[in-house]
């Protein structure tokens, strides 16, 4: 299994909480960057919260505050809490995978969140769907 699994959506109300997992292989799990994006319909695509192998985490300013990163080692999963949803938060989110040394440098989590061309070194999931109403 090279691609991560994502799982979690659903509809909620804004105000409301889901949380999202992404389970990887392994190898995917403990040597790759990981994190999540989103993207809505006719928007462009945005990096949300990414975690690095150093566990460095890195979240968009729309997110913060408001989004958790965490991982399970145990179980190979990547989990993000997202609470107060917000109307905006609506969209597609997908698990992605990164190898790091395909992006050399420092500070891996912030440049992938702040730059969503990185995105495109990386393994997506299938994606789980968000829907949050006012």
């Known amino acids: 299994q090279v691609h991560p699994v994502e799982s979690g959506g659903g509809s909620v109300q804004a105000g409301g909480s889901l949380r999202l997992s992404c389970s990887a292989s392994e190898y995917i799990y403990s040597t790759y960057l990981m994190g999540w994006f989103r993207q809505a319909p006719g928007k462009k695509r945005e990096a949300v919260a990414a975690?690095?192998?150093?566990?460095?985490?890195s979240y968009a300013d729309s997110v913060k505050g408001r989004f958790t990163l965490s991982k399970d080692n145990a179980k190979r999963t990547l989990y993000l809490q997202m609470d107060d949803l917000k109307p905006e938060d609506t969209a597609m989110y997908f698990c992605v995978a990164i190898l790091p040394s395909l992006l050399p440098g420092p500070r891996l989590a912030e440049r992938v969140v702040a730059d969503p061309s990185t995105l495109d070194y990386g393994y997506w999931g299938q994606g789980t769907r968000v829907d949050v109403s006012s």
């Open positions: 975690i690095d192998i150093d566990d460095s985490i």
